[in-house]
């Protein structure tokens, strides 16, 4: 899927191939609650679960999701698939400070080697390659925060998901990211041609 984006990076932007992921994922996502007889208003399901989601679906979905495409366009699948290594410290760090899940040295140990791994993955010595340094440099931040963003808005959701389906829940973060695509994507620099 990762390579197909890449190759739709060079003739659609990226927040209008984010608004085609999102639709095709939402209509998905619809039909299989359908299916599943799974309610889109459920009657245990609160203002705040739904403000919530909605954040979540707007910034992991809505702007995460188009710098990712960004960064797939300026460093190619290869270095995103190492930028995106760092989903799971973040995730860790993020569950540390919302959900105030533990956090020992070991797993800070891990996450530091992590982040030498990355840097030294995407470090880019040979000025003859095709990625210039200051795109490369650029594109890994993008990369970082994008990363970083995604795990948020997931940990964000957590005890959402303990307690919600998970169809639903899904849904609800799908619609808000579309609906924020569809705003953004009817400003004219996002929009193709």
């Not at 990762?2 to 209509?27: E, H, Q």
């Amino acid at each position: 899927g990762v390579i197909l984006f890449r190759k739709s990076g060079d003739s659609v932007p990226p927040v209008a191939l984010n608004l085609f992921k999102g639709v095709v994922g939402l209509t998905l996502a619809v039909i299989t609650m359908a299916i599943l007889a799974v309610p889109f208003f459920p009657a245990d399901a609160t203002a705040s679960d739904w403000a919530i989601l909605a954040v979540s679906g707007i910034v992991g979905i809505g702007i995460a999701d188009s710098l990712f495409f960004v960064i797939l366009n300026r460093l190619g699948a290869g270095r995103v698939a190492i930028v995106d290594c760092l989903y799971s410290p973040f995730v860790v760090l993020s569950s540390w400070v919302y959900l105030h899940e533990p956090l020992g040295i070991p797993l800070l140990a891990a996450i530091v080697l992590m982040g030498v791994a990355i840097f030294v993955g995407t470090w880019n010595p040979d000025p003859a390659q095709r990625t210039l340094p200051r795109d490369l440099h650029a594109g890994v931040l993008i990369g970082i925060l994008a990363t970083f963003l995604m795990a948020a808005g997931i940990v964000a959701v957590k005890p959402i998901l303990n307690r919600s389906d998970v169809w639903w829940a899904m849904s609800v973060r799908l619609a808000a990211g579309v609906a924020f695509l569809v705003v953004q994507g009817a400003l004219p620099r996002h929009q193709i041609g």
